[in-house]
């Protein structure tokens, strides 16, 4: 690739060896290394870090390793190797922490819905351990579809992606390079960091307050925010201070 950075270069390539051992190995990568929620069995400690290294098709590896070198080897150069791996995996990990706490705002509302209903704590694990469609049961219908849905998706769905991380990235190169033409695939119109940037993640707010994807589903919205919302916290510190003039080398 022309123009990458080194540690963006390695980044890019672990993340094409997870990739390419979730192919080989199926289910046993993926729930060991994706982000599950933190009562679900399949949950492990490493996973707030580890599923930043996992991708859920072709083109979602795609579209985040394209942005991680497009927008990361500039933050690269300008902060240097430490300062940008800290920054990468702080954005990551505060992707993490947001999606987990939204998980964890659902599931308490569908278990203590259906805790009103007269279901004990036993029968509700058994629910949940038995990956029942919402809908199943009638206790579930009468806590409603969309409350059923956001209860069984928090625990049993994981969540894999750089997208976190990446977003923190967007959110840097937006206020480091405000003025830089971005051209997207979708809409050939050229349009500046400090436009594009915010709208994109409006757009995924929206999202995750409505439950309504532009993009599809199965899309962790309120990752991409907590990624943005770190990454726009480091740098705009970085900015205002003279510790942002020192590289970590």
Not at 118 to 129: A, F, M, P, Q, V
Request: proline fraction near 4%; hydrophobic fraction near 50%; include cysteine.
């Amino acid at each position: 690739m022309r123009g990458i950075t080194e540690t963006v270069k390695v980044l890019i390539i672990c993340n094409v060896l997870f990739f390419l051992g979730t192919l080989v190995s199926g289910d046993i990568v993926y729930r060991l290394f994706s982000l599950f929620y933190f009562e679900n069995p399949n949950f492990h400690f490493w996973q707030p870090v580890s599923h930043m290294f996992m991708h859920g098709g072709f083109m979602h590896i795609l579209f985040n390793m394209y942005a991680l070198w497009a927008f990361g080897s500039p933050l690269e150069i300008k902060w240097g190797r430490n300062k940008f791996l800290f920054f990468y995996f702080s954005a990551g990990l505060g992707a993490a922490l947001i999606h987990s706490l939204v998980n964890y705002y659902h599931f308490r509302v569908g278990f203590d819905a259906l805790s009103a209903l007269g279901l004990s704590d036993t029968e509700i694990w058994k629910l949940l351990n038995e990956t029942l469609e919402p809908g199943s049961y009638r206790e579930i219908h009468e806590i409603g579809l969309d409350v059923a849905r956001n209860f069984f998706t928090s625990f049993n769905t994981p969540a894999v992606g750089a997208s976190g991380a990446i977003y923190g990235v967007l959110v840097a190169f937006g206020m480091m390079y405000p003025n830089v033409e971005l051209m997207l695939i979708f809409l050939p119109i050229p349009i500046k960091a400090k436009y594009f940037i915010p709208v994109l993640i409006m757009l995924d707010l929206f999202s995750g307050l409505t439950g309504f994807s532009l993009f599809g589903q199965n899309i962790a919205n309120w990752a991409h925010i907590g990624g943005a919302i770190f990454g726009f916290i480091m740098a705009y510190y970085w900015r205002k201070n003279s510790f942002d003039n020192h590289r970590w080398y």
